[in-house]
């Protein structure tokens, strides 16, 4: 068991705790740094996916997980990202500056996607995303003078100074870097006013009112913000993948990303990590089972969305805090041993209560 | 003396049912003003006009000689004026520290740049708020649940933390929606301590809806009564218990005549 | 001419349409959630029927009444061994598990060999019947999704309105505590506004597939159905079918008179500006908390 003794403010304030903390993600980090030498080819590709999904929880995981506006068309922001990056590239624009505009726009279309969350919320919000979803979906497919349409487009390596990420581990390292620093951006908003304004409004809009939070200018802000973050990501995609269709940014797409964070663990940034691992290694452990079972099931197309779905009713069923919950559990008891006990993440029921009045 | 808050005339309808109805009242600096009457008078509806959730059909309303009528819901924080809800509305995820964290955003300094970067000068106003929220904990007994997710909390406690909020904000007027409601003698006794504290120390006007009389008698300046939108009394403590209107509004006029050992009197009579 | 057919079209494309949003607006008046594997039981429903009807061989209406029976005890588990349990968690919870059962449905009908990957033509007796009216000739599928939508609305409202169980349904949406207290049957009361969704969902599978085909796909249709709901106010059931018909017939009309590609996103563009015009719907109500 460890007692933090706390002799000054700044240890609340600081992004790690205690040593322990410290020691753990230098360790992991060292880890992430030392991957390509360790790891296969194969391995270091999915890495890289992990990373470039992982932005993308952590702009959804702000926009939903702390600010509470429900976001089903997240993916369209990720096409954004993407076709804007590699329509600049084309054009001759360095890397960095491209990314950095794509991103931009990205945001902008973030703060238009914002736009109904200013006046409704709930389901209809989300319903708000879903169409500002199929609407760049379909856009990007009709825009072909500068999209390509269905067609796609094609799209080389990152260079930046002369510099060309060919192989997968510079385009690793490339990612990793992006991964690290969004994330620290994120718990630096996170621990300071803006990101407890984010927490306030989605507790409770009326009492954030009167803290003085203005719930449009926040609103607005993180709707941007997640989809500047999510913009990244897409063009980081666009370079990982090689090659972006239309068909790559669907509506089913913007619902897993959703399902991705929530299993992950809604509320944290590890859930976006964990989500983001949990999607990129399903087909793997897909393929795994598939030893174990019968040959007609094994091998139907079906069985990813069964187990995907089926992943998703369990998650909610029995860890409604994700697999970043679970975690949490199972180091507190460890960390707690033997005093562990099973009421400490006990969740009050809550019974439903209309907000509507007539 | 001027007024701090000066209501004249304020009224608003739901639909055909008078809430509101050309109600008038100042409160002076540093006094503790109570509002007090049977449910459905309307008490609770004066607080949302003041805090700017609704937006009276008639009538003037000003705070420190400005107009709050033309001031929007969220910015009356930063003029000053704090409210606690009658149905708590706490951030329930969150801790209590962060709670009162969150009381102090009107008094916030830096730039979103300085807070993605976390620069200095975040720190800076970082460990500043924190000293700040630190006062309020203090003054109000909390330091046991500073880490506490509030849903974990039992009500009395999210009463106090419900009040640290407010106080956190750093607020001249400090509106108060039944403060003692849900709490046992001891807290409503503490209550009463730090109202007045709160009055005396820190030099925070009060204006309060409260059913609980004792309490009311005990720290209130001045009461104005008020039953089905309307005021119908309006002065000390003892003046308002003992005005005929009021003691209509909550026994009713006696169709015979008091029992014996009863009078009019409504000292200890009347709780919540 | 042309014109009052692309209407009759849109009005019956926007039949199905409300249909499916109704199948949202019965869940979410009973239990203020929102169920997103809607069209995945209306492709369900749609199988079903196909299965008795083309695979058994059995007479079209039996068929119906068939399909209409297993899904309704579809719902009635659905509701029982998912849903049940979650109780008490916030609504946001109820559509993940939605969504999961989604991803569920769709991936087992496509994991039924020879029959998941394939599409099917429901062959039912009036598929190729037209009706004339004058210089119009109508489509017999679509009349008779016209006349059914319209008959299944009167007697839901019906439901609501006047019966004990729709108004026990109704409390048990705007304060589930006090509808315990009352002594309303929550629990099982919530299993029968399942089982009636997924009732209607198959009516509504059962019509579509005359018009357009059975595979299991065919649920996607519902992604457009929350635009109507949406309109319509998502706690009315004539709402949804008004909803529905706006947005059947604004895609008609825009499929015709504009370039390609505006009949897709027309449902979207609709539900925007109706969010900026009037943020509840049609016949929404306010949603405004108290305190």
């Not at chain 1, 019968?294 to 992943?311: K, S, W």
């Not at chain 3, 001419?1 to 209407?7: R, S």
């Not at chain 3, 949003?21 to 369900?44: D, P, R, S």
């Not at chain 3, 059947?248 to 825009?254: K, R, S």
Request: glycine share 10%.
């Amino acid at each position: 068991m460890r007692f933090v003794f706390k002799t000054r403010y700044d240890q609340d304030i600081a992004l790690f705790k205690h040593p322990g903390q410290r020691f753990w993600y230098g360790l992991l980090l060292i880890a992430l740094l030392l991957a390509p030498a360790a790891v296969s080819e194969y391995m270091l590709s999915q890495l890289v996916f992990i990373c470039i999904y992982g932005i993308v929880g952590l702009g959804l995981m702000l926009l939903t997980g702390y600010t509470g506006q429900v976001s089903l068309g997240h993916a369209a922001f990720m096409a954004v990202g993407a076709y804007t990056h590699v329509v600049l590239i084309s054009h001759g624009w360095p890397f960095l500056l491209a990314i950095t505009a794509a991103a931009l726009v990205a945001g902008a279309v973030g703060v238009v996607v914002g736009l109904p969350a200013l006046r409704v919320r709930g389901i209809y919000l989300a319903i708000a995303t879903m169409a500002f979803g199929f609407i760049v979906e379909e856009v990007t497919a009709r825009w072909e003078s500068v999209t390509g349409g269905n067609s796609g487009l094609q799209v080389h390596a990152p260079a930046i100074a002369g510099f060309k990420f060919e192989s997968t581990a510079a385009l690793y390292y490339l990612c990793l870097s992006f991964a690290v620093v969004t994330t620290l951006v994120v718990l630096n908003l996170l621990r300071a006013p803006t990101g407890r304004a984010f927490v306030a409004i989605r507790d409770s809009e009326i009492s954030a009112q009167s803290m003085g939070i203005n719930l449009a200018r926040y609103k607005t802000i993180a709707f941007a913000l997640s989809a500047f973050l999510t913009g990244i990501a897409g063009a980081l995609y666009a370079h990982q993948i090689r090659f972006i269709t239309p068909e790559q940014f669907t509506i089913l797409q913007s619902i897993e990303l959703l399902l991705m964070v929530v299993i992950g663990g809604l509320g944290s940034i590890h859930g976006a990590f964990f989500g983001a691992a949990f999607i990129i290694s399903l087909p793997q452990v897909i393929t795994w089972f598939k030893d174990f079972l019968p040959d007609a099931i094994a091998n139907a197309t079906g069985l990813r969305p069964v187990i995907f779905g089926a992943v998703m009713i369990l998650v909610v069923l029995a860890e409604p805090y994700g697999i970043y919950g679970r975690w949490l559990k199972i180091r507190t008891y460890f960390q707690l041993f033997p005093f562990y006990r099973r009421g400490l993440f006990k969740r009050q029921k809550s019974f439903q209560k209309s907000d509507r009045l007539r | 003396m001027s007024a701090l808050l000066c209501a004249s005339n304020l009224s608003l309808s739901f639909g055909g049912l008078k809430a509101v109805n050309d109600v008038s009242f100042d409160v002076q600096p540093g006094e503790v003003f109570t509002l007090i009457g049977p449910n459905g008078a309307g008490k609770t509806t004066v607080f949302n006009l003041i805090s700017r959730i609704y937006q009276p059909a008639a009538g003037k309303l000003t705070f420190n000689g400005i107009d709050l009528l033309t001031v929007a819901p969220h910015r009356i924080a930063a003029l000053g004026v704090a409210r606690t809800f009658q149905n708590i509305e706490l951030f329930e995820q969150a801790s209590v520290l962060a709670n009162l964290l969150i009381g102090r955003h009107t008094h916030r300094a830096t730039s979103l740049w300085q807070e993605v970067l976390f620069t200095p000068a975040a720190w800076r106003a970082e460990r500043e708020f924190r000293d700040r929220v630190e006062q309020v904990i203090d003054f109000l007994d909390l330091q046991h649940y500073r880490d506490t997710i509030v849903a974990a909390l039992p009500y009395g406690v999210r009463k106090v933390v419900e009040l640290a909020r407010a106080l956190a904000i750093g607020p001249r007027l400090l509106l108060l929606d039944e403060p003692s409601s849900g709490l046992n003698v001891e807290e409503t006794d503490d209550m009463a301590f730090w109202i007045g504290d709160i009055r005396n120390d820190l030099g925070i006007t009060v204006l309060m809806v409260e059913h609980d009389m004792t309490l009311v008698s005990r720290v209130s300046d001045r009461v104005l009564a008020m039953n089905q939108g309307e005021v119908i009394a309006l002065g000390t403590p003892a003046q308002v218990q003992a005005h005929p209107a009021v003691i209509e509004a909550y026994l009713g006029t006696p169709s015979s005549p008091p029992l014996q050992g009863e009078g009019p009197g409504m000292g200890m009579g009347l709780h919540g | 001419m042309q014109l009052a057919q692309i209407l009759i079209s849109g009005i019956a494309q926007g039949c199905i349409y409300g249909l499916i949003a109704l199948g949202f607006v019965l869940i979410y008046k009973a239990t203020e959630t929102v169920n997103f594997a809607q069209g995945e039981l209306m492709m369900l429903g749609a199988f079903a029927g196909l299965a008795i009807y083309a695979g058994l061989g059995w007479p079209f209406p039996l068929a119906c009444v068939i399909a209409l029976g297993v899904m309704a005890l579809a719902g009635l588990a659905i509701e029982r061994v998912v849903l049940r349990p979650i109780l008490g968690q916030p609504a946001f919870a109820i559509v993940l598990v939605t969504i999961g059962l989604g991803y569920v449905a769709r991936g087992a009908v496509t994991m039924v060999p020879n029959v998941g990957t394939e599409t099917f033509a429901l062959d039912v007796p009036y598929r190729f019947a037209t009706v004339s009216a004058g210089a119009l000739v109508l489509s017999a599928p679509q009349l008779i999704v016209i006349a059914v939508t319209a008959a299944l609305c009167v007697a839901l409202f019906a439901l609501f309105r006047y019966t004990k169980i729709g108004i026990a349904m109704q409390a048990t949406s705007q304060n589930q505590l006090a509808a315990y207290y009352m002594g309303i049957p929550v629990k099982r009361l919530n299993g029968v506004v399942w089982a009636l969704s997924a009732a209607v969902a198959a009516v509504a599978g059962l019509l579509l597939a005359p018009i357009t085909f059975v595979h299991v796909n065919m649920g996607f249709i519902g992604l457009k159905a929350f635009p109507a709901a949406v309109v319509g106010g998502f706690g009315s059931l004539p709402g949804a079918i008004v909803g529905g018909l706006v947005i059947g017939t604004v895609e008609a009309l825009a499929g015709f008179y504009l370039p390609e590609g505006f009949k897709d996103v027309a449902a979207y563009v609709v539900v925007l500006i109706m969010l900026i015009v009037r943020p509840n719907g049609l016949f929404g109500e306010t949603m405004r908390k108290k305190v």
